[in-house]
């Protein structure tokens, strides 16, 4: 009898034990499952709203986002900025590159002012860009003749020319005596200046004043000016290269250039140094400097 109740009592003991393992592990399934179902839940609560809101109209869409700011990075809703980033990061690039709050303003382009030309540079010019031929006189001008003392005194060729006023830089006994008694019956002005061909001769005084008749010669109708000296080169050269920067408003260089395309000159080096003083003078009247 007493070993029959011990096995009863055993047999008892681990139907007991198996209940309570099974009650156990249903336990840990439930609590596993609930686990899950409450992850999956908050999930679904954290994760769908903010993707409902993100799929949002844009109007609804900002509202929600200047409404409730999200801490989650994640779950932040693209602001325009944002979503243009994304979509043209190269533009957006080029746009950050440019000052667009204030223009970048660059200095005006300076204008070189006008240079002076030397001495030396003047020689050259004189020398290199000379006529190929050199006659008795040549049209530097309009209605404006440069030549020698040879077609000073050839009335013919005067009278062919029309010439209506001369203008002689090299007058005197000594040099090239024509004056009002020589053209004497002739329809024309006679003009006369005594000035010596040498540096240190100051034709500079007579600039204004021959400039000033050849100008009125000009606006003569058919006035025809002849200037002239021995050579027709340097001393009549020279008073109608002033005469074309006082009242032509060329620079020192361009009244040689436009003489020299139709006569080869050479004013001798004191009378380049005075028309150097004339071109300073009318270069800070005129505004060039």
Known sequence: MGLCHFATLALALLVLLEALTQVDTQKMVRVQCGVRLRACSSIRFLRLPALSRCLQPPQKQHQVCRDKQLEISSTK???????????????????QEQNLRRPNIHGAV???????????????????????????IDEVWPNLFLGDAYAARDKSKLMQLGITHVVNVAAGKFQVDTGDKFYRGMPLEYYGIEADDNPFFDLSVYFLPVARYIRTALSVPQGRVLVHCAMGVSRSATVVLAFLMIYEHMTLEEAIQTVQAHRAICPNSGFLRQLQVLDNRLGRETGRF
């Open 77 to 95: 809703c693209p602001s325009e900025k944002t979503t243009a980033w994304a979509r043209y990061p190269h533009r957006m690039d080029s746009l």
């Open 110 to 136: 300076a204008v070189p002012s006008y240079q002076p030309p030397t001495l030396s540079s003047l020689q050259r010019l004189l020398w290199v860009r000379r006529a190929t031929m050199l006659s008795h």
